[in-house]
């Protein structure tokens, strides 16, 4: 598949308008962070079509290097934490919870190791084989396996049924982008896979909704 600026902003708008459908749904005060998914990721997906546009030509430069690690910091250190935190605000099990926290302890690291790599270090990105490569340098001394434990197992172990779909649908995104790319290529092709099935969100909130629009009728029907 061929990525570029067309399909970055097509999915940003897609999931823009997925996200403000969510935004408008009743919901709990912990499914909230839950419920900002698709609106972060239509933001990232916004920021990589900017880029493709500062590199092609399209648009000035001088908006290259604010996309550059406004992306990375999205990629590398919002989503190792945020997923986990995300899961467990909405989490019932007791041991799910606690494995859950093992997974934000683990995204923690990987999110403060990166954060420290960007701050301290350098940041480019180059288009290789139609997709953008992100270098940063220097690179935090750890696997990818780390990464993959805190955005994809809180989705996998969750109570929700729909919500493990999620988990899986990450983890196909992760061995589809990692057999298309090179390691410096992986965050851009799995961040826009993740972000395209991050709709299953939607679904999620869409049932939360009819079912406590049912429960309210019911219940109105027993009152009277």
């Known amino acids: 598949m061929c990525f570029s600026a067309p399909a970055s902003l097509a999915a940003s708008g897609v999931l823009g308008v997925s ?21 972060i990721f239509a933001v990232h997906q ?17 908006y290259k290097t604010g996309a550059i690690y406004a992306y990375a910091f999205i990629a590398f250190v919002l989503w190792p934490i945020f ?5 467990y605000m909405i989490e019932t099990g007791r041991m799910r919870r606690k494995i859950i926290l093992v997974c934000q302890i683990i995204g923690l690291y990987v999110g403060i190791w990166f954060l420290i790599s960007i701050i301290r270090g350098t940041v480019d990105a180059a288009v290789v084989s139609h997709s953008i ?10 696997s990818l ?5 805190a955005v994809s197992v809180p989705f996998l172990i969750a ?5 493990i779909v999620m988990g899986v649908a990450i983890l196909v995104a992760c061995g589809t ?6 390691s410096n290529t992986f965050p851009s092709l799995w961040c826009f896979y993740a972000a395209i099935l991050s709709l ?13 629009a049912k429960k309210g009728k019911m219940n109105l029907q027993q009152s009277t």
């Not at 916004?46 to 001088?62: D, P, Q, R």
């Not at 997923?83 to 899961?87: C, D, H, I, R, Y």
């Open 133 to 142: 490569s992100y270098q940063i340098s220097p690179a935090p001394p750890m």
């Open 83 to 87: 997923v986990p935190f995300s899961m």
């Open 46 to 62: 916004l920021i990589e079509g900017i880029l493709w546009l500062s590199m092609t030509g399209v648009i000035s430069e001088t």
């Open 177 to 182: 982008a990692a057999y298309m790319a090179c």
């Open 145 to 149: 396996a780390p990464y993959l434990i």
């Open 19 to 39: 996200g403000i459908a969510i935004l408008r749904m009743p919901k709990k005060k912990n499914e909230i962070p839950l419920s900002l998914f698709p609106i």
């Open 200 to 212: 299953v969100i939607y679904i999620y909130f869409r049932y939360q909704a009819k079912a406590t």
């Open 159 to 163: 109570s929700n049924k729909r919500l």
